[in-house]
């Protein structure tokens, strides 16, 4: 089924038990790598598509900045290669491989290793990781498939729009980190637009696929909350920690986005609670549904069942020649006249009593229970 | 349906993501603005709507405090010019005009920039953001829409009551954000007052749609606590923060603030724990009932069913001339009378195991269970 | 009804939302003030009802500790008055007419003030406010009504018993807080054993109202851990802040009073785990007691209602004159034997089915289901 | 009842609240004081069952450390001459009378005051006070019945084996509170084993008094987690705190001591998981039987209700000679099988629904619901 | 049953209370230990099971690293011996036999004391006991029984793989740790995918056992949690303590295993609140089956009872010649007709009643109810 197969992707595929760190594994799905440069400054931009990485060195000291973007995790030597020549350490090259890490930011001699997952709409939605090395003028990108979130930052590097041109690599990596977090709140909005709807209709008809939804939904908030959260962590350590990659002027901005993730967590929090409260109304309805059922059964039951005895009684065929005590009352004049009045009087009764029990016609009252 | 629509109105709208930070979106449904200002000192006071923003530099060196309320948030030329005027960051401005922040304070460099929500009645409650810039000797203030909780202060600069005229800009501050908390209280008073009503009601008579409002009153309280813990953390900064803008004697009235927060903090948590212990009484009623009707039904199927059989038993149609064991009890001198006492001792010994149990009139004791 | 009236209680009622802080505005019910001096030393002991204001300053400066207690807040004027006479902040005034103030500690320039809540037993307690102002010689308390739990205290100052005559105000402030966070225990003594009570009943009989019960208790346990929590808060603030109007002698005994607090709220949050921990046992009993009904009902009906069938085939009026398939059996020698037997043996297949289901008789085994 | 007794058991009696600080009531229940004191160094030991306290002083000087261990605290003066002997604070000792204190450590001038509770078996298991006084050379302790689980250490004092007599008191008072830890694990793991019997017991049978025996075993879990947790506090201070009365040497005994409350708090919190837990399956487990009950009764009604119904109609009398159209079928050759048929053919749709549904024999399919 | 016996596996078996710390006593199951050295440099690698301990002094001296390997606790003279020769700690000797410690970490003057746990495969899993004691040169490690999750690590230390034959102690500590952790991985997967499996049926067809299925799920994520997250902690000391015996080249290896337990924490509580959640869905199915049951029963039983009364008023017996009112309709002409008219009315009305209550055929409408 689909939801068990999507289960599964949330499991972490890793090289096995007690291989050496560092230790570069492909993912077996992993997509060939292409390499775009972005190279620009305030005055200057130049973006092209690499082939071979021998070609890099010169285009990047050509530009005040330079932003390598790899797509594709496949081609295990050409990650090597670009660790060597911007000297990465092994242990986050392996990171960048094994693409289920969780965010998080860690401090290297000269450069800064990011980790940021990009949300993909769907039903459950996915991540995507994005791994960065962000140098004083370099901003070396790693994702796993085509595809991205950043095509209005790169659009406002080709039109020199804002700030960006005339700002160094972390300006940029704050810019491509933002874009990560403002593509979770439509996401977000999306669930909440169908927590809503389950919402409503749970409130105007419970029926049984509800719970299995509402489930559905809170999985996905735990994905979402499980992602959002090592973010929020992770910027926060971004903009208090001290590593001089990162200007205060751009520190400015990481709070900024460090706000965002606090109102995504908000978001997620109130959503989980919001469902978590709509387990109970779903089976409070069930219950008082049940309750209705019952009560109807219950009167009519409780009614005809006493009639249906007396006139079994009449039905039996006791030998009235054989005693005068064998069943007179079928022979007296008003017999059948007095029995169906005794049945009314019965049924009248009974109807009373669940008046009075306010089981039908709001009847009944507080005192009487 | 009212509730679904509500909902919808917690989501945020924002800039799509990838925007350059500091870009000014206007919200499809804000209002023109106006643009109030009152300027005031120990012995002046002057109460100006401002037409062109030019002429508010003049107006404001004349007097110690200014304070430029703008009500309405779809002109932005407007809001940049006061950006400059003021010298406001790029992304406070935006913060100004995205009105789904959460209650803040950010340092600038001379200036603090203050985000507060104004809660407005209803059911379920909206909020309005107050975006506030707060330098030494101005208070810029930005709402969305006409009508707000500030008019008593007014009224005190107006009348020059209390120490309000003699004192900077920040305890103008001070002032209205006491005014935005202090409209928390009648807002959560109100949402008490059902709260004990429906608790009143369920436990009189608990009906099917008591449930929904539970859940309803509690995802009130989840958007009020959302509102007010942000608010908390927001004047705990302003108290122990050391920004130059505040003074020490005016941080003696934040702290009062504060305070006023953790009470209203603390009533919504208890007003939640009260909407979840009602669910468990809510639920534990309507087992009670069913338990009742089940019992009724019970006993009336229990004694009649067995007693329907006999009836039925003497209906049979056997030909009692083919032989001598086809029912002779039907010929026998006491047969009626003996069958009818049978049935009678039949329930009344059913109606004596119903007593034992407890089920009826309130017999039975522990030991038999 | 009465839960809803003392419930409305807990709400807060308090100056209109901006209102110039520091203005006092009596609580509607409040009582007329009457001020009782004691004033001590080691060896000197005066105790006066003060009638005029004036009359106090020459009084307080005759001993070395002046202790002014003032009931009843009804009169502004007065409170004004000692506010000046000495020295008062204008906002911890207004906590104290503001009577629904948490109990916390703050320190102005030359005295602490203090706010504690004394409890007053009933169901559910209410509490009333306590106010204090702690200078080096002198301690001024503020009541709402007669009545309170000090008597012990003035008892041991007239007699100059243990050590209280020798100390300052600091100590005497202490014994007053003492003599309050004491009075939580009986309180929550009786909770608890109304608490114990319950749970014996729940289990030994299940009944409707107990999961009302239990709520209540749950409201009233909450009630006094809103207020227990700020205690304690309050008295570690006491003990660690370096007041030097406290001194170390004195912090000594305060940390014996905060461990009390600590006491309480373990009392508080065990029995709120109880009372939780009650409600599954009480749902569990009531669904028990449920399946009984049920098997009862199920039993009786499962073997009577083939049965019935039976009796009612036989019943039917087919002509068996017109055909000679027309219910031969009524005709047969050993009809209706045949069929009495073919009912008990249809009876007893029940029964045995039901035992093999561990339905009656503490039959059935495991492996069989 | 034993449950209701043994609760009340953990209320706390204690003075009258606004008793002065530092005043000795003895609890009604106390025993009469014995007095045991063990002396001993490197190379002496002496135990004496002290009579008067003034022999006392001469014995103590003897032997570089002294243990005086107290049983019995209804001998107030005895308490007091002690309290005055090694020069003790008042509000300790009222602690050490006062029998209900949580585990902690308390610093006076030359001496620490450690309170800890030593377990005793038993349902539930009871607690008793044992407060130490520890000095550089002395360390008394107050026990409030005879019986502790000292006895070993006692023994290797008397054998002289291990480090023991060798280290000053603080050793001791570590080798006595790892006691009362080390006291608690035999009593964890027998209501461990009956979580363990009672968990087999749910899933193999579930029966009414399991809820209640849940209950039980969770409300002792929450009476160890409540005696459990200060200790680890209490041993946490004293490994931190820089007290002059505790070596080095001895801090890193207390941290293995510490390191074992912490695997108590972890196995509490793991059987108090597993209890909630058992709570579910309970329910659960009862919910699938009434389920089964249900569909019995539903099954054979649904059945039987209609073929009844079939007798019921040809069980009536209308008279065929009044009417062609009363009755005919009565009449009919093959009026009395096609009946028959009839019923058989609405018993066997019947069966063939439910089969369908999935209630009997397991039938049914995922896509038919 | 199995399920009690691997439980009784979680309780700790240790010396009996009061026993002297340091006491070495053996496991009664503890195996008979065999000694591996792993001897090495960047140049030189030897590997040598030892049969005589003294053997180990000279082969240890003969390259910069050692790794000696114990499997089997039995024999505790070895580790006494093993003890002295590398000069550690009483009490971390008496944590390395007793082998129910937490994950830990303690520093001693030359070396460090690292307790870690290796997960085994196996439902439920268990966990066993790793001791590490880690100085410059060696590191000392001790396992309960043969078969462990190193053999990776020494093929590498063999062929010289990696940078580990260059490396201290420190290193290797790291890898046999990082092993350790890794090995959590497969195992949570596997009780992943059993949860997974576990939701897909839950979600197409509830039944009675698997509510007992999640309780055991929730258990070993209990368990799992239990050892992970001291695993946390330990690697957290590691990681910041400035201990001389770890480099800081090998402190960033050892934050790559940290991020590892925080993942794995991560995924343990997803999987906890999944299962929590399923709980839910389970008992909403479970209910929502109920329900489906008492509707049928309901529509049958009260369609049928009205019209057997019907019948069976029909079949009595009253003598039609004693009295025109006895009866007459029998003999009408239209008198069958008109009663099975009558009854098939109030069977259609009943039924129409039922489709506007949306029991059958998906009918009603929310207004309506």
Redesign the interface.
């Known amino acids: 089924?689909a939801?068990?197969r999507s289960?599964?992707k949330?499991?972490?595929r890793?090289?096995?038990?007690?291989?050496?760190?560092?230790?570069l594994v492909a993912d077996p799905g992993a997509s060939q790598p292409t390499i775009q440069l972005i190279a620009y400054g305030p005055g200057s931009f130049e973006e092209v598509a690499i082939k071979e990485i021998e070609d890099l060195g010169s285009l990047i000291d050509k530009h005040p900045v330079a932003w390598i973007n790899v797509v594709g995790l496949a081609n295990l030597d050409l990650i090597r290669s670009l660790g060597e020549m911007f000297d990465l350490?092994g242990?986050a090259l392996?990171?960048v491989v094994n693409v289920?890490?969780?965010p998080?930011v860690?401090e290297y001699a000269d450069h800064l290793f990011i980790v940021t997952r990009m949300i993909e709409g769907g039903a459950p939605p996915t991540t995507e990781q994005v791994s960065m090395f962000l140098g004083e003028r370099f901003l070396l990108t790693f994702q796993e498939t085509p595809g991205d979130?950043?095509?209005?930052?790169r659009e406002?590097l080709r039109k020199g729009?804002?700030q960006?041109r005339g700002r160094l690599a972390d300006y940029l990596a704050?810019?491509l980190i933002?874009?990560v977090i403002?593509?979770y709140?439509?996401v977000l909005?999306a669930c909440?637009?169908r927590l809503?709807?389950l919402?409503?209709e749970v409130?105007?008809?419970p029926?049984?696929g509800q719970?299995?939804r509402?489930?559905e939904i809170?999985?996905e908030l735990?994905?979402l909350r499980?992602t959002i959260w090592p973010h929020r962590e992770m910027l926060n350590g971004l903009t208090r920690e001290s590593s001089p990659n990162i200007t205060d002027q751009t520190r400015?901005?990481l709070?900024?986005c460090y706000?965002h993730t606090?109102?995504l967590m908000?978001?997620v929090e109130?959503y989980r609670?919001?469902a978590t409260?709509?387990?109970?109304?779903?089976?409070?309805?069930?219950?008082?549904?049940?309750?209705?059922?019952?009560?109807?059964?219950?009167i009519?039951?409780?009614i005809?069942?006493?009639?249906?005895?007396i006139?079994?009684?009449?039905?039996?065929?006791?030998?009235d020649t054989?005693?005068p005590?064998?069943?007179p009352?079928?022979?007296?004049?008003?017999?059948?006249?007095v029995?169906l009045g005794l049945m009314a009087a019965a049924a009248f009764g009974m109807l009373y009593y669940f008046y009075r029990k306010?089981?039908i016609l709001g009847g009944g009252n507080?005192s009487s229970r």
Chains 1, 2, 3, 4, 5 share one sequence.
């Open positions: 089924m939801t068990g289960n599964r949330t499991r972490k890793r090289a096995p038990p007690g291989t050496a760190p560092g230790t350490h242990l392996e990171d289920h890490q969780r998080k860690e979130c950043f095509e209005p930052v406002r729009r804002g960006i704050y810019a933002d874009a403002d593509g709140f439509p909005e909440g637009d809503d709807a919402e409503d409130m105007a008809r029926s049984e719970a299995r509402v489930h809170k999985r735990l994905v499980r400015l901005y709070r900024d706000d606090i109102q908000d978001i109130t609670e919001i409260g709509l387990v109970d109304v779903y089976l409070s309805s069930v219950n008082a549904r049940m309750n209705e059922v019952m009560k109807v059964l219950t009519i039951a409780t005809f069942i006493p009639l249906s005895f006139t079994g009684l009449y039905g039996m065929n006791f030998d054989a005693s005590w064998n069943m009352e079928l022979k007296w004049y008003w017999g059948y006249p029995v306010g089981w507080d």
